[in-house]
């Protein structure tokens, strides 16, 4: 017996491991490493992990994993920045039965991920499952604020407004519900290729508002819709009154709904319906108009969603 045979190919993981070096030159050994950027008087790091669910098997379907990676560096990211962090690190890590080349794709997305969100991508695991029937992701992500610049939703009061920013579709969740209607055949992948519109990855705006504009919260809106993640940066005892009048849903959405009787409650509790990011900021001065303009001028849309109460 041989450990190919019984299902890890070492020389072809040895390959790829130096493939990916002449990508990112420095990975390779046991651990990465990080320098503290100077500057900081008492920085904290701020963490988080996630994966991208059932997304993985629409690449499947669609024979196209170049960039679920993106996915994966997103989900991460657009959560460790809620509390004003700056992005600093990506870690990865890929199950598979063989290591080939949709497995590169999916590194290829990773590294432009990390790209996008300005970090950098320092080490990973590529772990091959000889009784893996499909391939699975996990990522790690590494960021860094000053103490007293934390965004922990504290200073959040009654009347404060809660401005939305456009998703690029459905992200990374509500997919095994999307499974489930294409194996029903309620929906066609050939008919909805933007399912596979990757995620999008906030952190180079919301760094840009960070500087510019008083920013009370954020929220990233994930799986549970607005509906679970809004809340996740209010103080105890405030809700926000969530208009869904308040920006046109995208049509995508709307095939999703028609296709599967879905009813508008569930709609909300799955899907982001068009809402990817959230912010609250202050009511005084009108300084929403002055966001709504700033986001648009970076290439985005906003619209006001809703005021705290």
Not at 6 to 35: A, C, H, Q, W
Not at 78 to 100: E, R
Not at 225 to 235: D, T
Request: net charge negative; glycine share 10%; with cysteine.
């Amino acid at each position: 017996m041989d450990y190919k045979t019984s299902g890890v190919d070492v020389e072809k993981g040895r390959e790829f491991v130096e493939e990916l070096k002449n990508k990112i030159p420095t990975i390779g050994g046991f651990n990465g490493m990080v320098e503290i950027p100077s500057g900081y008087e008492n920085p904290v790091l701020v963490s988080g992990t996630d994966g991208v669910g059932t997304k993985i098997n629409i690449c499947r379907i669609g024979f196209d994993y170049s960039t679920i990676g993106i996915d994966l560096v997103a989900m991460c990211v657009n959560d460790v920045i809620c509390s004003g962090a700056k992005p600093l690190y990506f870690l990865d890590y890929i199950s598979t039965k063989t290591i080939n080349s949709k497995v590169t794709e999916i590194v290829d997305g990773i590294i432009k991920g990390c790209e996008i969100a300005e970090m950098d991508l320092i080490g990973g695991e590529t772990a091959e499952h000889y009784r893996a029937i499909d391939y699975d992701l996990a990522g790690f992500c590494t960021g860094i604020v000053e103490k007293n610049e934390i965004i922990d939703g504290r200073y959040i009061r009654a009347g404060d407004v809660v401005i939305g920013i456009e998703s690029s579709g459905l992200h990374s969740n509500g997919y095994t519900l999307i499974n489930d209607m294409i194996f029903l055949h309620k929906i066609f992948y050939k008919e909805m290729p933007e399912l596979l519109t990757p995620t999008t990855i906030y952190s180079p705006l919301v760094q840009l508002l960070l500087d510019e504009f008083p920013i009370l919260g954020m929220s990233h809106i994930t799986g549970g819709g607005i509906p679970e993640n809004l809340p996740r940066c209010l103080p105890e005892g405030l809700t926000v009154d969530v208009n869904y009048d308040a920006w046109e849903r995208p049509e995508l959405f709307n095939k999703i709904q028609e296709a599967g009787e879905i009813d508008e409650e569930e709609m909300r509790n799955v899907f982001n319906l068009g809402i990817g990011f959230c912010l609250v900021v202050p009511s005084e001065a009108k300084a929403e108009n002055y966001i709504i303009n700033f986001i648009q001028q970076h290439g985005m849309k906003s619209w006001v969603i809703g005021e705290v109460k």
